[in-house]
Structures are given as structure tokens and as C-alpha cells.
């Protein structure tokens, strides 16, 4: 008898101390970050759409595994999704889809470390689904080849996303200065491991949104385009937050000259677009006349398809509302205003539209 009360007291004492051991963590994680712990009840991965496709010949198991053979699957062109899903979530989830170059890190985490918007959110009870599109990241097994380049590119990169122009920094610009910043900034890019085109990735999202349920799309740059279309085809994407889309879905014979969204649509297609709230955000630095900067006229080109898209949209009953930064008070954004040194004040102007469209129940 006396063992075993010693045996329970032992169990007791223990997890008291693992207890402590865990408050202690949290307490301190506090002090460093400034936030409280993070409350997930479930997480996991899962890959969704894709296809499979399969070889001319017969397989034989019996000979060794680095001879080419014949007869064979592969499993590829799928999404890969990270999820996060907090207590009492709230009733529509956000599914983040990134744009070129770049992989799901794009909400995961800011260049100077600091949380990303899946956590800001994840905090505010929604539950997040951050995407590897085909072809990128965890999502790297394609069905058609593609030659990835180590051609050097980081000050391309720096240019064309409005950070300054290399080597110098726009002035007032919301993005760290210090080497280990732009760094880890620079170690965030990703390859296209395949050539994988738009309907690809559109397929890939609808079966994401499949799983994830009613939810509300976040895109950024490329993955603007596609996200258009994934909700012209899947009903479960209740609402649009566009960070810088490069191009835009417009019905058949109304697609204005240097639009990157190729070709227009069905009206019957696009009208699905004015059933949904959608906000769009530009950051700093993009100029009201052509300038000698190719990157910037690009950027200029970009806004001013936006308006037209949301004046079509909105000609037809929808809800786009077109958001540039700088004309609300909010400076020196670059082509990553989700994740600039101001990231907190961007998702607090979205948070108040989520609000006022009903979007946060």
C-alpha cells in the first residue's frame, strides 16, 4: 500500500513539475515576443488536388531502384497546406495562397522575424490554411519538367518589389535595413520546380477550399490571378483580400490592353465575382506618371487596372473596394504590405473591413 501511494504522489509531483516547466515557457515566450501563447486545439498537412499519371511499360520490383523503368505513377501538380485551427474558431477560415517566387513563409513570418499574418489572425480566432502551390515549396512534385535557374537575381528582386532601387532604399520604407533582415528576406524566395500553368494552380485551390470549407482567399502578387478564378469556381470562397494582385479577371471582350490575367471569361463566369466582398490593397512608391524605372511603370500599370477591374465589377452589382495605402495615411509599403515593419497597422485597416462586411463572426 505504501508503494503505491508513493508511486501517485511521484506521478503528482511530476506533473506538477512538468506543469510548471510549461508555464515558466509560456511566461517567458510572452517577455520575448510580447504576445501570449498561442491557442491551436488542431494542426496538421494535407495535399490537395493534383493529378496522377502513369508511364508506357511494366514495372519490375525486382530490379534495383536507380534503374528507369517503365510502368510507373506519380502522384504531383497538388497543393501541400499547413493548417491551424484555434478553439471556438470562428465560422469562416482565411486559406492564404503566396505569389512568385515565394512560398506560404510569405504569412508565416516577416523578414525581420517578427509573426506573419497567419499568426495575427490564428490570434483573432480564425482558423488559417497557408498554401504551397503547385510547384513551389512542399508542393515541388510537378508532371511537366521545368529547369530551375541559379542565375543571381536578390537586387532584381529588391527592385521590382518596390523595397528601393538597388542598392538604395526608398525613402521612409516600411522594410528593415539591416543585413540579416534583407538576408533572411532574400532566403525566402523559392524555385518553380516544374512548369505548372494557371489551371493547374486553380484546380489545386478549389480543392483546398474543398477541405477547408466557407473561407475567406488571401492572395498576393501571381497568386492574384488564379485566386480570381478559384472563386469563379468554387462557391466556398466567401470574401477576397488581394495584396497586390498582378492581373485581373475580366469578362469576355471588356480585357483592357497589358492586363496579366489572360484572356477574358463567361459573364456568366465572371458574375460569380459580384456575389463576394473583395478589398484589394497597394502599397507605397508606385507613381502617378511613366517614370525611367521599368519596375515602377510596372506597378503603375498594375493600379490602374485594378480601378478599372473594380469599376467593371462594381458595374454589375459587385463589392471591390480598391485600397492604395498611401491616399489612407499608411506609408512606405512595399510589394509586401502584409508582412512590412507596419504589418500590425495594415491588418488592423483589414480587420475593420472583415468587420464591416460581416466577415468576423
Do not use: C
Not at 486545439?41 to 493529378?51: D, E, L, M, N, V
Not at 511499360?57 to 499547413?82: C, E, I, M, Y
Not at 517578427?114 to 489572425?121: C, P, S, T
Amino acid at each position: 500500500m505504501g508503494n503505491t501511494v508513493d508511486m501517485r504522489n511521484k506521478k503528482v509531483l511530476g506533473f506538477t513539475f512538468l506543469l510548471v516547466l510549461t508555464l515558466v515557457a509560456a511566461v517567458r515566450a510572452q517577455k520575448i515576443t510580447g504576445h501570449k501563447p498561442l491557442l491551436i486545439q488542431q494542426q496538421g498537412t494535407f495535399s490537395a488536388g493534383g493529378t496522377v499519371v502513369k508511364s508506357d511499360g511494366v514495372f519490375d520490383p525486382l530490379k534495383p531502384w536507380n534503374v528507369t523503368q517503365g510502368g510507373q505513377t506519380r502522384h504531383a501538380d497538388h497543393a501541400d497546406v499547413f493548417y491551424q485551427i484555434p478553439p471556438k474558431a470562428k465560422k469562416l477560415s482565411m486559406v492564404f495562397l503566396h505569389g512568385y517566387g515565394q512560398s506560404r513563409r510569405s504569412w508565416q513570418t516577416t523578414a525581420d522575424g517578427r509573426e506573419g499574418f497567419a499568426n495575427i489572425f490564428l490570434r483573432n480566432g480564425y482558423s488559417v490554411y497557408l498554401v504551397d502551390q503547385p510547384g513551389r515549396g512542399h508542393a515541388g512534385q510537378t508532371t511537366k519538367p521545368g529547369q530551375i535557374s541559379a542565375i543571381p537575381d536578390d537586387q532584381t528582386w529588391f527592385t521590382q518589389f518596390r523595397i528601393g532601387l538597388y542598392p538604395k532604399f526608398n525613402d521612409g520604407v516600411q522594410f528593415p535595413k539591416d543585413s540579416a533582415s534583407l538576408d533572411h528576406f532574400f532566403r525566402m524566395m523559392t524555385p518553380s520546380t516544374g512548369s505548372v500553368n494557371e489551371a493547374v494552380v486553380v484546380n489545386a485551390m478549389s480543392a483546398v477550399m474543398n477541405k477547408s470549407g466557407d473561407g475567406i482567399l488571401f492572395t498576393h502578387s501571381a497568386g492574384g490571378s488564379p485566386g480570381w478564378k478559384t472563386a469563379t469556381k468554387n462557391a466556398h470562397v466567401r470574401a477576397i483580400v488581394a495584396y497586390e494582385p498582378g492581373g485581373f479577371t475580366f469578362p469576355e471582350g471588356q480585357v483592357p490592353e497589358g492586363n496579366r490575367g489572360g484572356k477574358g471569361i463567361p459573364m456568366e463566369e465572371f458574375m460569380k465575382l459580384t456575389k463576394i466582398p473583395i478589398v484589394v490593397y497597394f502599397g507605397d512608391f508606385i507613381p502617378s506618371e511613366q517614370t525611367e524605372a521599368a519596375s515602377l511603370n510596372f506597378w503603375r500599370s498594375v493600379l490602374t487596372t485594378a480601378r478599372q477591374w473594380a469599376e467593371v465589377v462594381n458595374s454589375h452589382g459587385g463589392d471591390v473596394r480598391i485600397v492604395h495605402l498611401p491616399e489612407i495615411g499608411i506609408k512606405g509599403n512595399t510589394h509586401f504590405p502584409m508582412s512590412d515593419l507596419n504589418s500590425d497597422q495594415v491588418a488592423g485597416v483589414l480587420i475593420k473591413w472583415l468587420k464591416e462586411k460581416g466577415l468576423d463572426k
